[in-house]
């Protein structure tokens, strides 16, 4: 980081580039050619004091991604599916896709929480990270109590991109892993679909699928097209991951134009039902519709900017 | 590209959008749903109530409002914004009657309404209206009018329209269900316009609000028990039909 208007003395001065402003001082213009000043910069930005690596690592501290049993308080010594080896796993980020999952899912059959991660980042509404009541817990993992090896996963936190992997890794482990579907739900803003079609002849919500290559079922809705692409942990996490290590997996995506709790968002969701991976979950969808309408009014804000 | 303009509002983007107007117009849809209908001796508007906080005052969360004795008007969007247009638009249908001594046109109101909102458009920091509004009203010579105006300042003449969230499953409706039938007598284009609401509101009538106004009458707003049996009396020609066609397929 150079200082901007410092006198430069020595060989180097000659060598760096004038201009001229519109006031008429003449000012160093930044030189591309970069090589005269290397040992400086060196030197300066360098130059780490004990300070700056105690505040790094406290950041890391504080953005550490922990995985714990919230029952007995103790954190995962593996990772999560290292130690319940699940055949179906099914992953819901985001309020619209957990409110689904909440509803139509969680409803049918009896779901033990097995563990829950505790992250921090700027998107956090809460400072302290130790001591979140339940009802801010923002990631939780169930299984099913009659067939352990489906696990659902809830989580309605933004995951940072530097927090991602290491969800991955206390999630997933680092080994591959055999005889499992992944399916992921999550929503995203009308706005971030490319189309060459007109905007206003969208229909939203909508579903779109993006899919590994391992995973041979028909999807329950479209694909997604090019050039479109998805973000954050739902792809840049869990589907990679499942690409790279061939692991089947979908991801059903649904184009909102409400990002909030929204009925009729949750409700785009309904074609998953029939997909082989949710069919056998789902016992009862009349009460689950009425499940979703009592979660739609407990968590309505109320808010009086729009009429 | 859309982030490098929509900074300041005189700014076009390279492809010919204003961008601040129509993140406005999406500002629109995040308000509950409004429908308006002309019929042939009545204008009709009807909105979706938004639920009401426990302790707050009913009486002042209103979307139909009127500007002068035979001109209302039910808007979506920012509430702020709506009552500063209201305000706007109420003194500005005094002042025409004070000045040439007749009251505004329904047309001259909206457009009043309309040109605000396009200043609103052009200036440097200053941001759009985030309303849409429907206009409704009869003219001094007896035919009524609806108009509707957008965050970018145009204003149109429609025949029945519906703004707000869900407008475009709630127009579909009307386009298929406007029929001269449909618009014969009062009733009937009151009808319409519950049933148009009907498709797109949670929970039914008691979510419904619903004004109307006459040829040489004051806008008139319905009782919640008055919506409930226009909705009875609707749900009962629903099922009337349905067992018209089941008769029939057998």
């Known amino acids: 980081m150079r200082r901007s208007g410092a006198p430069r003395t020595g060989p180097d001065a000659g060598a760096a580039a004038m201009a001229a402003t519109f006031f008429g001082e003449v000012v160093r213009a930044p030189c591309r050619a970069g090589t005269e000043d290397e040992e400086e910069e060196e030197e300066e930005g360098k130059r780490e004091t004990a300070e700056d690596r105690e505040v790094r690592r406290q950041l890391a501290r504080k953005r550490e991604v922990r995985l714990f049993r919230r029952q007995t308080k103790t954190s995962l010594e593996v990772s999560l599916l290292e130690k319940y080896p699940c055949s179906k796993f099914i992953i819901a980020i985001g309020n619209n896709a957990v409110a689904f999952l909440s509803s139509f899912v969680m409803n049918s059959g009896v779901w033990e929480e097995v563990g829950c991660a505790n992250l921090w980042n700027e998107w956090c509404r809460t400072t302290d990270t130790t001591h979140l009541s339940p009802a801010e817990a923002f990631c939780v993992f169930y299984h099913l109590k009659s067939s352990p090896s489906v696990v659902l996963c809830q989580c309605s936190c933004y995951v940072a991109e530097d927090q991602q992997y290491q969800w991955l890794e206390k999630v997933f482990g680092s080994c591959a892993r055999k005889n499992m579907q992944v399916t992921i739900l999550t929503c995203r803003h009308v706005t971030d679909y490319k189309t060459s079609e007109s905007t206003s002849s969208l229909h939203s919500p909508f579903l779109k699928a993006l899919k590994t290559q391992n995973f041979k079922e028909p999807p329950c809705c479209s694909l997604l097209e090019q050039p479109n692409i998805v973000h954050d942990l739902p792809a840049a996490g869990v589907l990679s991951y499942c690409q790279v290590w061939r692991i089947p997996a979908v991801l059903y995506l649904c184009y909102t134009d409400v990002m909030k709790l929204d009925l009729i968002t949750v409700e785009a969701f309904k074609p998953i039902l029939s997909s082989r991976s949710l069919k056998g979950l789902v016992k009862n969808i009349p009460q689950s519709t009425e499940i979703l309408k009592k979660l739609m009014t407990t968590n309505e804000i109320q808010s009086n900017i729009y009429t | ?250």
């Open chain 2, 1 to 250: 590209m859309a982030s490098r303009y929509d900074r300041a509002i005189t700014v076009f983007s390279p492809d010919g959008h204003l961008f601040q107007v129509e993140y406005a117009q999406e500002a629109v849809k995040k308000g509950s749903t409004a429908v308006g209908i002309r019929g042939t001796d009545i204008v009709v508007l009807g909105v979706e109530k938004k639920s009401v906080a426990k302790l707050q005052d009913e009486r002042t969360v209103r979307k139909i409002c009127a500007l002068d004795d035979h001109v209302c008007m039910a808007f979506a969007g920012l509430t702020a914004d709506a009552r500063v247009v209201i305000n706007r638009a109420r003194v500005e249908c005094q002042s025409h009657k004070l000045t040439v001594e007749d009251p505004v046109t329904v047309e001259y109101i909206t457009r009043f309404i309309a040109t605000l909102k396009q200043k609103y458009t052009q200036s440097n920091g200053r941001r759009p209206f985030g309303i849409s509004a429907l206009i409704v009203g009869f003219d001094d010579d007896g035919i009524p009018r609806l108009y509707q105006t957008d965050p970018s300042g145009t204003y149109h003449a429609w025949k029945a329209n519906a703004i707000g969230r869900s407008a475009k499953t709630v127009r579909e409706f009307l386009e298929k269900n406007y029929t001269e039938d449909a618009i014969a007598n009062d009733n009937e284009a009151i009808k319409l316009a519950i049933r148009a609401l009907l498709e797109v509101v949670q929970s039914g009538g008691k979510n419904i609000e619903l004004a109307v106004i006459r040829r040489n009458q004051p806008l008139k707003m319905f009782s919640a028990k008055e919506i409930e049996l226009q909705v009875t009396e609707i749900e009962k020609e629903k099922e009337e039909a349905e067992k018209k066609k089941s008769k029939k397929a057998t």
